[in-house]
Structure formats: structure tokens, C-alpha cells
């Protein structure tokens, strides 16, 4: 006998479909046939350090342009009509393997793109065939060792793949915590030496009474406690690679001289040897002390400072890259959830005052901070999470404030960057030079919070 018992209906509003495919843990983007996004999901936020709110709307194309993501999909599936997968990297460090379906009207024409990204860490079956054919995919140039979205640090970067090939000294300089160590492995990376050794050495990590036989090595008997075999120097292990000196400052006048010979001579005399020792290296130094002042005072030796400084390079401190603060959180945010296996999330709240929050520690501070929400936190990091020294100093700020409305938060953030670039500025030109938007946005926002027009 049949059986007449009614199927439940599926009654699924959009908006409730929407809210479900927020908790995917793999991305879905969706463009129409002309590349405009018109969907994502939250998991975007966590790949590429925007907000998806931000994201929708736009082209494929700027996104790309941008340096968000590489390779791009979309050329492949437009060309093909057919699915396609590739591996891309993205601007804050993650590694995706992108699958593009394309989706096809009566007359085989294209009316949507549906992409969906699953991170490579995340994706334990892929077979060593798919792996080789998605490795030829990726750009060999790319790197995802710093991760940005400010011009000054883009400048640097395009500085960099200008001198890196060369094998001029470099000194980076800039408070402690910016990321100076980061910018001398990048030029290590982009160099002729980039398959050498790197090592970085921290001047005033090490005594100064030890300093000298590890930088230089000592001969067998050098000195009571000695390797009785004696030991090869950092410069040594360095050769045909590249050495970075942090803290170059902290250095004894009497070491400054024998690292000026390295430069002048590429030649050394390790500890307790009459032998000088020959070593191709290339040397970086950073600095968070001011060195002129050091050479004035007689504390820093001025030929080894010009000798140093042929190629400079200034980091700026985190409060002036603030367009950075989302995208390293999530990336500190990815990389501990890996560390510590968990799958943290970070409410927008929290986002909003880590993004007004001065960061006098710089990125090494707002890395040690991620850390500790990582460890600490519940399963989404909420603005009651962060320590009490960064609530303090952000509780007074006029426009931040405290609500459970998304809208209203990110208001408060764009009428803050829009405010103040204005008041530097003077014009919606050098607002929207400024803030990376077009001039008649620029021009629309400083009517809306700046009660005045160009």
C-alpha cells in the first residue's frame, strides 16, 4: 500500500540560508558574469584580513590587483567554462587550494562564478598527482613573509626586490617589535643567496664577553672553557649566505672594528689565531637606537656607520600602519589556532579596539596578544578577553563606542580614519590618495563626517 504520509516542507528564508553558510569552514565567493562580487562568506575575513561587508560589491580584478590573493581563478573558468582548481597564496600568510565552477545559462553563457577555498593545512587528502599539478599553479615570485596593506611598507618592499640582488650592507631601523628581522629574511629570500644559510645574531641577546668567539670562533685553547677542538664563528656559518645583526648598536667598540673588516675586506681573525680566515657574506643590521647620535657621542664607530648604511631602510611603528591591525591579527589568529589546535574566532568588537589601540610593542605585541586570546579565550574572543592595559588606554577615545551593532562599530572606525585623514590632508584628492577609494567616495565621506566639502 502506498504510503500518503506528507514530507515535511523545507521552509528556509534567505536570510537563514546566509546565516548557515557563514559557518563554513571553507570560503564561497561569488561573482556575476562581468566579475563583481556579490557574495561571500565570513571565512573571507579570516583568509584575507577584510571584511566581507567590504568585499561585496567590488570587482575580482582590484582585489587582485591589490596583491589579496595569487594566482587569480577567474581567468581560467571565464576561458574554459568548465570547473578548474588551483592553489593560491593570500595576503596575510594563508594557502588555499580554490576550486571555480562555472554556472551557465541556456545559451552556455556564463551568468555567475561560484568559487569555494578550503585552506592547504586544513586539506589532508590531496593526492601527490593533484599536489605536483596544483604546486605548478603558484607563482614562483610570491612570497608571504610580510604581510600589508600600507603603502609605506609596500614602498619597502618594492625597494627591496631593487637591492636585494646586489650584495650592498643594509641597515634597518625602527622601534623594537616592526618587523626589521622580517624585512632582512625577505631581502635573504629575494636575493642570489637565498638558497645560503641565514642567521640572525641579537647583538644584546649574547654577553659581551662571549660575543666576540661566537661571532668570530676561537681556535683549540683559546680560552679556560674552551671547545678544546676550538669552533667556527656565525660569519663563517654565514658564508655565501646572508647575516643579520640585530641590535647592532649594542655592539663593544672593539667588535665594531673587526665587523668593519668583515665589510672593507670580507676577513676575520677568529680568537686565539694569528690566521686571518677569508668569508662571503653578505651582512643586514637593524637598529632601534638613534646610531648618529651614537656616532656624536664616540659610542659608535663612523666609518663602520657609513660603511653599514649604504642601503637604509626605516619601519614604521604599527600606529602608523593601522590598515595593517586586521589583517595581522588574523593572520597571528590562523597561525595559533594551528600552534595550539583550536579554531578561535575574533568578534568585530574586539577587532574595533585592537584597531584603535596605539600598540606601543608594535606587531611583536599585537603577535604576543593573539597568543595569549588563543590560549585564554572561549571559543570567540570578545572584547572582555583583551588585558586591562589595552582597554585603559582605549576607553577614552570618543568615537569608540561599545555597541552590539556591527553597523555602528565600523561607523565609528570609518569616521575616525576619514576625520583624521582629512584634517591632514585638506581635500578629497588627498583623502582618497589617503584611504585607497576613489574621489567622489572620499569627497561623499568627508560630507557625511566632516560636516564640509573640498
Known sequence: MADNTEQPKMNLSLESLLRILDYSSDEIFVLDKDTRIVY???????????????????????????????????????????????????????????????????????EYMVFTATEIKDFTRLTKTEEKHLQDNVKSEFTNSVITNNQKVRKILSFCEKVAPTDSTVLVHGQSGTGK?????????????????????????????????ELFGYTAGSFTGAN?????GLFEAADNGTIFLDEIGELALPLQAKVLQVIQDKKFIPVGSNVSKTVNVRIIAATNQDLLKMVENKTFREDLYYR????????PPLHERKEDIVPLAYSFLSKFNEKYNSNKIISEECLTVLFHYSWPG?????????????????????????????????????????????????????????????????????????????????????????????
Open 40 to 110: 561571500v562568506n565570513r571565512i573571507c575575513e579570516k583568509h584575507y584580513g577584510v571584511r566581507k561587508d567590504d568585499v561585496v560589491g567590488r570587482y575580482n580584478d582590484d582585489f587582485f590587483n591589490e596583491g589579496y590573493w595569487t594566482p587569480s581563478a577567474v581567468p581560467p573558468v571565464l576561458e574554459k567554462k568548465e570547473p578548474v582548481s588551483i592553489r593560491q597564496q593570500t595576503n596575510i600568510g594563508a594557502e588555499l587550494l580554490t576550486r571555480g565552477f562555472p554556472i551557465l545559462n541556456d545559451q552556455n553563457e556564463i
Open 181 to 213: 628581522g622580517v624585512i632582512a629574511y625577505h631581502l635573504h629570500k629575494l636575493s642570489k643567496r637565498k638558497d645560503g644559510p641565514f642567521l640572525n645574531v641579537n647583538c644584546a641577546a649574547i654577553p659581551e664577553e662571549l660575543l666576540e668567539s
Open 228 to 232: 678544546k677542538e676550538g669552533k667556527i
Open 308 to 315: 653599514l648604511n649604504v642601503i637604509d631602510i626605516h619601519m
Open 362 to 454: 608594535n606587531v611583536r605585541q599585537l603577535e604576543n596578544l593573539m597568543e595569549r586570546l588563543v590560549i585564554t579565550s572561549e571559543a570567540v574572543i570578545e572584547v572582555e578577553d583583551l588585558p586591562e592595559v589595552i582597554l585603559e588606554k582605549v576607553k577614552d577615545i570618543p568615537e569608540l563606542v561599545y555597541s552590539n551593532s556591527l553597523e555602528k562599530a565600523l561607523d565609528n572606525v570609518a569616521g575616525t580614519m576619514v576625520r583624521r585623514s582629512y584634517q591632514k590632508f585638506g581635500s578629497s584628492r588627498g583623502v582618497a590618495t589617503d584611504l585607497q577609494i576613489s574621489q567622489s567616495k572620499a569627497s561623499r565621506l568627508i560630507r557625511e563626517y566632516c560636516q564640509g566639502e573640498e
